[in-house]
Each structure stands twice: as structure tokens, then as C-alpha cells.
């Protein structure tokens, strides 16, 4: 076994920091309220460092990356400036975490359809993608923070 | 014995305990004669989503579930409503087996509107609840609530405040809280708890 994961290993130390960052955005989801919504996403990263500058759906209003924390059952929410991206690593911005605090645009989105969403990287540029629109009362799946 | 198999079986001895630990954390609390019937709260009249005023003895003889959140919470105040909304379909005694309040930390911004298109956007009902700033100061003091305006970063605010749900059975007595990070399995104890008779 031990001979069998040493070629995995040696893989994973192929991306250095000087590496180019490979990412791909998976599961992108926006979820609306009247006032906005919130943005999730997953990111991996098969290359070098990178951070994540900027997030935004045009078609709705202002966004920034937040991160809600528990202390001692308080739920506090803060403004990331950026999020680090680290090489061969997975960022998760998920209910409860990390996510996407966006404004409400002139029209409001209707769940079940899709929205673009641009996410904006140092070193990788913009990325775009489409994510789904969920209503509030959506996937209901809580997060343990 | 070696030093090894005493090592190893000192570390079982601690698993065992964090085990009986944590069942009794789990399962114990979860047992309605663990519940305590403690009051809790103050009585309260504010204005529902609706626009009428609504006084707090309205939820005499119905057990309810009540969160503090606000409408421009985007992560988890919808996460919990919706959570709870689910629960109490799962819970399958239909929408009559618990009230889910939601009562505003926010009363600058939380209109009677906007907390009613906020709500319908849940697809079940829910009892929301907002006021003047110092009506609500009143009930989240008398509830324990902690909350507090904070800048958000980009001109407006948001308000951090104490998650948690809180259980309340049909005689109005405090029956303990869902936490936002507890699983549902335990949270759908609590829940049949308050609404088993």
C-alpha cells in the first residue's frame, strides 16, 4: 500500500508556489432573499497559490465576501477583504462560512433558473459561471461552523 | 502489563467515558423529563408581518419555536428558517404542531412588508414580528437575546446576534434551544418534545 500512494504523494508536491493556480468553481449557488441573497460555491485548485479577490452576479447588486462565525452562540458576520486560495487546496464557501453577501439587483431573480457569476482571482483573472438561483427556503442543509 | 497495553487501555478507558459523555450530553437532554419548566422571557405585543399589533399571549396553548434574525441576513437566518421549516414537515403533525416566530433585530429596516415578502419566500407559515427599536430592545433583553449593529464593510451594517432557537412547550414553559450546528436527529427530538402530549 505504502508503494502505491508514494507516486500520489510525490504528486502532490508537484505544485509549488511559483506554479501557475489551475482552478475550477463547482456547485456555484446563489440564494435570494427580498434584500439580496448569498453566494456558495466550491473552489479547487490544482495548481499554485492564488487568493480570491472579488465575487459578484451582475444581475444582482453590490456583493463582498463575508465569513459568519459562532462565538458562544452568536452568530457574527464579517467582511473578508480576500481569501486565500492554497496550492492544490479547497476552499468552501458554504452556509454557516465563507460566502458571497450580494445586494438586490433592479429585477429580482427566480429560483430554478441560473445567474452568472463572476468570481475575480489574483492570479487567475475572472472567472465566470453560472450558478443556481435557490429561493430562501430552499436546500435547507445546515452547516455545522 | 507493558507500559504499551496499560497506554492502550488508559486511552479506552478515556474513550468510553468521552462516549457515556457525550450520550448523556445527546440522548440524555433530549428526554422530556430533562426538560425544565423554566420561565423565560417576558410577555410582549409587537407588529406582525401583517401590520396588526400581536400580543404574545396569541402563542398561549400552542408550543412555538422562536428566532431572532433580520431580513438582510443572507447566510443564516434563512438557513435556520428554512431548517425549521423543514423539521416541522418532518415532524409530520403539519404546520399546527409548532409556530415558528421569527422576531427582528432589526426593526430600522424590518418593516411589516418586508418581513412578510420575506417570509413567503419560505412557503410555510411564520409568525414575524418586528417593532420599535425600543420595543424590541425590551424583548431581546427579556429573552437573553444578544444583539448589536456592526458595519458591514461597505457602508451599510449588519447585526450580529445570538442564534439559537428557543423552544417553548403549549403551557409557554422554556423547553430548551436548537443550536445552529446541532444535527437534526437531536433537533427533531426537542421539537417532538414540545409538541408530544
Known amino acids: ?145 | 502489563m507493558s507500559l504499551r497495553t496499560l497506554r492502550i487501555s488508559l486511552w479506552g478507558l478515556v474513550a468510553v467515558a468521552a462516549l457515556g459523555l457525550a450520550a448523556y450530553f445527546f440522548l440524555g437532554r433530549a428526554t422530556p423529563t430533562q426538560i425544565e419548566a423554566t420561565p423565560y422571557g417576558a410577555p410582549f405585543v409587537l407588529t406582525s408581518s401583517d401590520g396588526t399589533r400581536f400580543d404574545s399571549a396569541k402563542l398561549k396553548g400552542r408550543p412555538h419555536a422562536i428566532f431572532f434574525g433580520f431580513t438582510h441576513c443572507p447566510d443564516v437566518c434563512p438557513t435556520t428558517l428554512a431548517r425549521l421549516a423543514k423539521l416541522r414537515k418532518q415532524l409530520g403533525k403539519g404546520d399546527e404542531a409548532f409556530d415558528i416566530v421569527l422576531i427582528s433585530v432589526d426593526p430600522e429596516r424590518d418593516t411589516p412588508a418586508e418581513l412578510s415578502t420575506y417570509v413567503s419566500m419560505f412557503n410555510t407559515p411564520v409568525v414575524a414580528l418586528t417593532g420599535t427599536t425600543n420595543e424590541i430592545a425590551a424583548v431581546t433583553k427579556s429573552f437573553g437575546i444578544f444583539a448589536e449593529k456592526v458595519p458591514d464593510g461597505a457602508g451599510g451594517y449588519t447585526v450580529d446576534h445570538s442564534s439559537q432557537v428557543l423552544l417553548f412547550d403549549r403551557a409557554g414553559n422554556f423547553a430548551g434551544t436548537i443550536a445552529i450546528d446541532e444535527t437534526d436527529p437531536p433537533a427533531l427530538q426537542k421539537l417532538r418534545n414540545i409538541t408530544d402530549f
Not at chain 1, 509549488?16 to 489551475?22: H, K, L, Q
Not at chain 1, 460566502?99 to 482571482?121: D, N, Q, S, Y
Not at chain 1, 453560472?130 to 461552523?145: F, I, L, N, T
Open chain 1, 1 to 145: 500500500m505504502r508503494t502505491l500512494l508514494a507516486p500520489f504523494a510525490a504528486l502532490s508536491l508537484v505544485a509549488c508556489a511559483t506554479e501557475p493556480p489551475s482552478i475550477t468553481v463547482t456547485e456555484p449557488v446563489v440564494r435570494i432573499t427580498p434584500s439580496g441573497g448569498a453566494g456558495y460555491f466550491t473552489i479547487t485548485n490544482a495548481g499554485g497559490p492564488d487568493r480570491l479577490l472579488r465575487a459578484e452576479v451582475p444581475a444582482m447588486g453590490p456583493a463582498m465576501i463575508h465569513e459568519t462565525s459562532m462565538d458562544g452562540g452568536i452568530m457574527r458576520m464579517r467582511h473578508v477583504e480576500a481569501v486565500d486560495i492554497p496550492a492544490d487546496g479547497t476552499v468552501r464557501f458554504e452556509r454557516g462560512g465563507k460566502h458571497v453577501m450580494i445586494g438586490a439587483g433592479a429585477a429580482p431573480l427566480k429560483p430554478g433558473g441560473t445567474t452568472e457569476m463572476r468570481l475575480t482571482f489574483e492570479k487567475a483573472g475572472v472567472l465566470r459561471t453560472d450558478a443556481r438561483v435557490e429561493g430562501a427556503g430552499g436546500d435547507s442543509q445546515g452547516h455545522a461552523p
